[in-house]
């Protein structure tokens, strides 16, 4: 199995380019979606951050308020930080399981040829890079990002909260092996995806996903509404 690890700032373009692959085939691990699985309630990790921000980030019934633990992390550098250190250990440890299982387990993963993990905090998961056959960045401006991001509903403020706890585009390309300028539209990525597949020699499936079925047909209407 490829595993390839998919980094890029907020609003990159890492879940679009990543659901695509696994719309084709390849088994899909975001990380952030595996950190809030961990958010038990009465975890060693729910306590943790339950001491570290206060009682106001849990509901009644003890579980993570999202929205109330992302107002007090992103408040400063120092509460990411915080963040980060008590959540990254076990998200590193969860995913090392995942993609490296004990030997007796290892005939009961996904038998998939790729496996795309999606990282939005790459510089907390430079240790564990290891794990991957390769580190593709998606970057775009923060201009466009601000834009996309706003567009599908988020406060500006979150935004940018988010946004200056993460590297430069730079830097954030620094640490790849491969880089996707995702600065046009959707097809452009999809082809780019597509093109960055083919270098490695990684048969895609047909998409089984409709939306990208339905993003080819809007492309191909739109292509031929230009020529018209
Ligand atoms: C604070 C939380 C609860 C907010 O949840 P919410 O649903 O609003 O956001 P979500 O998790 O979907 O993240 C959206 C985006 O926010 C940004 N973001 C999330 N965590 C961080 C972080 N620690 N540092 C910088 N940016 C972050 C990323 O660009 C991410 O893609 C959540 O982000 C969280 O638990 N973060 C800590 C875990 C983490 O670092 N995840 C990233 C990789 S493990
Ligand atoms: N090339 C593109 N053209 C048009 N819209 C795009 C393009 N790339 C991404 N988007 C849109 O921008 C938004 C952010 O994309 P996406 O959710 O894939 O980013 P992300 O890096 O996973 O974000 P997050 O850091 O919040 O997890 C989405 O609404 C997505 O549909």
């Known amino acids: 199995m490829f595993t390839a690890f998919f980094i890029g700032n907020i609003a990159s373009g890492k879940s679009l380019a990543t659901r695509y692959l696994a719309s084709r085939g390849a088994w899909r691990i975001d990380l ?3 950190a809030k699985s961990l958010y038990e309630p009465e975890s060693e990790i729910v306590n943790d951050l339950a001491c570290a921000f206060g009682m106001h980030i849990l509901d009644e019934d003890g579980c993570i ?9 992103f408040s400063d550098s120092e509460h990411t930080e915080l963040l980060n250190q008590i959540v990254h250990p076990h998200v590193k440890e969860r995913l090392a399981r995942m993609l490296v299982p004990p030997f007796c ?3 009961s993963g996904p ?6 993990v999606e990282i939005s905090v ?3 998961f430079v240790d564990v890079f290891d794990l991957a056959d390769e580190i593709v960045a998606i970057s ?17 403020q979150d935004f940018d909260a988010r946004s200056q706890a993460q590297p430069s585009e730079d ?12 600065v046009d539209d959707m097809a452009g990525l999809l082809s780019a995806i597509d093109a960055w597949a083919e270098h490695h020699d990684i048969a895609l499936k ?3 996903d409709a939306s990208f079925r339905l993003q080819e047909i809007q492309d191909k209407l739109g292509a031929a509404r230009e020529r018209a």
């Open 171 to 182: 830097e954030l390309c620094s640490l790849a092996d491969y880089v996707i300028e995702n």
């Open 206 to 208: 047909e998409p089984s």
């Open 105 to 107: 387990c290892a005939a």
């Open 122 to 124: 790459p510089k907390s």
């Open 140 to 156: 775009a401006p923060e201009e466009l990002r601000r834009e996309r991001a706003l567009s599908r509903g988020m406060q500006i």
């Open 111 to 116: 038998s998939c040829s790729l496996a795309v």
């Open 32 to 34: 952030d979606d595996l």
């Open 65 to 73: 308020i999202t929205s109330e633990l992302a107002r007090s992390a």
